[in-house]
C-alpha cells in the first residue's frame, strides 16, 4: 500500500491550499482515511478524517475552515484547507486506517511521506 501526498507549499495567511493524497495498492477501500500535521518540535496532531461511508471528523481546530474529502473512483483523499493561519505551517500526513478511525496515530496502518504546508507573508 502506497500513500503519495502532493499540493503543499507557500500560502499567503488567509489563503487556501488543497491537499492530496493518492492511495495504491489497497485491495478494498480503507475504513478511514485521514490527514494529520506535525508542528516542528511537536507530535503529530490529528486534523481530519472520513470513513467509508463518507462521515467525517475534524479537529476543533478546523472546523468551518477545512473539508476532507475522498473520490474512491480516483483512489484520492483531498484536504480543502481556506482561511489558513500561519501557525498551521506545519508537514501534513495523509494515513489510512484498516479497523478504527479518529485522532489517534496508532489506528493507523499506513502513512504518507507528507507535504509541506508554509502560511507565511
Known amino acids: 500500500v502506497q500513500l503519495v501526498e502532493s499540493g503543499g507549499g507557500l500560502v499567503q495567511p488567509g489563503g487556501s491550499l488543497r491537499l492530496s493524497c493518492l492511495v495504491s495498492g489497497y485491495t478494498n477501500s480503507p475504513y478511514c482515511m485521514g490527514w494529520f500535521r506535525q508542528f516542528p518540535g511537536k507530535e503529530r496532531e490529528g486534523v481530519a478524517f472520513?470513513?467509508?461511508?463518507?462521515?467525517?471528523i475534524y479537529a476543533d481546530s478546523v472546523k468551518g475552515r477545512f473539508t476532507i474529502s475522498q473520490d474512491n473512483a480516483k483512489n484520492t483523499l483531498y484536504l480543502q484547507m481556506n482561511s489558513l493561519k500561519p501557525e498551521e505551517t506545519a508537514m501534513y500526513y495523509c494515513?489510512?486506517?484498516?479497523?478504527?478511525?479518529?485522532?489517534?496515530?496508532?489506528?493507523?496502518?499506513?502513512w504518507g511521506q507528507g507535504t509541506q504546508v508554509t502560511v507565511s507573508s
Open positions: 494515513a489510512a486506517a484498516r479497523y478504527l478511525c479518529g485522532a489517534v496515530e496508532a489506528f493507523f496502518n499506513y
Open positions: 472520513i470513513r467509508r461511508d463518507g462521515t467525517a
